[in-house]
């Protein structure tokens, strides 16, 4: 059972340009969270979306930043015409249920450079 | 204002002696709580995770971590650190009724030395 596979690893943009980060939940999630780490921070949530549905996107920048997770295929988080401030890593997460009480699973991440 | 504080950005210990890492949590109720641990360049892996019950939790790696209510912390421990041990560890919360949304704190970074 593969884990949750986020791609690319690495991402170089000019500014100006769009970005797109994919993430493939493990199987049997519906669940999908996107973090962004800023350097020498922790984690802060970005955006919950279930197939379809945004849920809580509380975390998003109000404008650039979008995000979708499909009936089909991966949730995609879009940024568009990036600024320097928006290098960061960025991690999706997937979870079975809803609920608090299970683990979410973190993908190894995308690391988006803006230069 | 819901918080994760871990008060120790950076810890620096010998390889063999004991480590601890402190977490202090502000939350309405008291929330599901986790560690995770992240080597550099890579993503984050759970060492454990407390929901309810024993407030002593055994977790990967031969980590543990206790609840203590009273001063709203969960604290992990590790008796004897080994040089794979050096990464930086993130202490996590979710409230009841936040959708599985974490909380992270800012990150403790751990050095080994020989």
């Known amino acids: 059972n593969a884990g949750v596979m986020q791609n690319p690893r690495h991402l170089v943009r000019r500014r100006g340009q769009e970005a797109r980060l994919r993430c493939s939940p493990m199987?049997?999630?519906?669940?999908v969270y996107w973090y962004r780490q800023l350097p020498e921070e922790g984690l802060k949530f970005m955006v919950y979306?279930?197939?379809?549905?945004?849920?809580?996107e509380s975390g998003m920048p109000k404008e650039r930043f979008s995000a979708e997770f499909p009936k089909e295929g991966p949730s995609i988080l879009r940024i568009q015409q990036v600024v320097r401030g928006d290098s960061a890593a960025y991690f999706c997460?997937?979870?079975?249920?809803?609920?608090?009480?299970?683990?979410?699973?973190f993908g190894q991440g995308t690391r988006l450079t803006v230069v | 204002a819901q918080s994760v504080t871990q008060p120790d950005i950076h810890i620096t210990v010998s390889e063999g002696a004991s480590l601890e890492l402190r977490c202090n949590y502000s939350?309405?109720?008291?929330?599901?709580l986790f560690w995770y641990v992240q080597s550099p360049g890579q993503g984050l892996q759970l060492l454990l995770k407390?929901?309810?019950?024993?407030?002593l939790v055994q977790g990967i790696k031969g980590f543990e971590a206790e609840f203590k209510r009273s001063q709203s912390s969960f604290n992990l421990r590790k008796p004897s650190v080994h040089w794979s041990d050096a990464a930086e560890y993130f202490c996590?919360?979710?409230?009841?009724?936040?959708?599985?949304?974490?909380?992270f704190g800012a990150g403790t970074q751990v050095v080994v030395t020989p």
């Open positions: 997460a997937s979870s079975p249920t809803e609920s608090g009480n299970t683990e979410a699973f």
């Open positions: 979306l279930q197939k379809e549905n945004i849920i809580d």
């Open positions: 407390y929901f309810s019950g024993d407030t």
């Open positions: 939350y309405g109720a008291t929330p599901y």
């Open positions: 199987k049997g999630h519906s669940h």
């Open positions: 996590a919360a979710d409230s009841t009724d936040s959708w599985g949304k974490l909380q």
